[in-house]
């Protein structure tokens, strides 16, 4: 699977971004398709998860509120809607892909198999 994550910018605190991540190569519909970001100096850390048919999602407790994962079958594109952005947001965010036939959400980078480039995504003070 080939993953192409786009979005990213420079934003003020209370901003919004929208984060896409287009993909190719597999049945779209069959690929729990999660965003991690990895802020300077830090580990890579679950964000959002969303399952193949859209039905299902998860977030980590820090963006619960703010963020919204959804998807589209039809373009093969996963989208990250970003809200009232914090610098702590701050961080290069990813895409990832792991092909399920049930949808498990999973929290680790470790249990995917495909990724995005990353964009980055600056909140100001």
């Known amino acids: 699977v080939q993953l192409q994550a786009s979005g990213g910018g420079l934003v003020q605190a209370g901003g919004s971004l929208r984060l896409s991540c287009a993909a190719s190569g597999r049945t779209f519909s069959l690929l729990t398709m999660t965003w991690f970001h990895q802020a300077p100096g830090k580990e890579r850390a679950f964000v959002a998860t969303?399952?193949?048919?859209?039905?299902?999602?998860y977030y980590a407790d820090s963006v619960k509120g703010r963020f919204t994962v959804s998807r589209d079958n039809a373009k093969s594109t996963v989208y990250l809607q970003m809200n009232s952005l914090k610098p702590e947001d701050t961080a290069v965010y990813y895409c990832?892909?792991?092909?399920?036939?049930?949808?498990?959400?999973?929290?680790?980078?470790?249990?995917?198999?495909?990724w995005g480039q990353g964009t980055l995504v600056t909140v100001s003070s």
């Open positions: 990832a892909a792991k092909t399920d036939r049930i949808f498990r959400p999973a929290y680790s980078p470790k249990q995917y198999h495909s």
């Open positions: 969303i399952g193949g048919n859209g039905g299902s999602t």
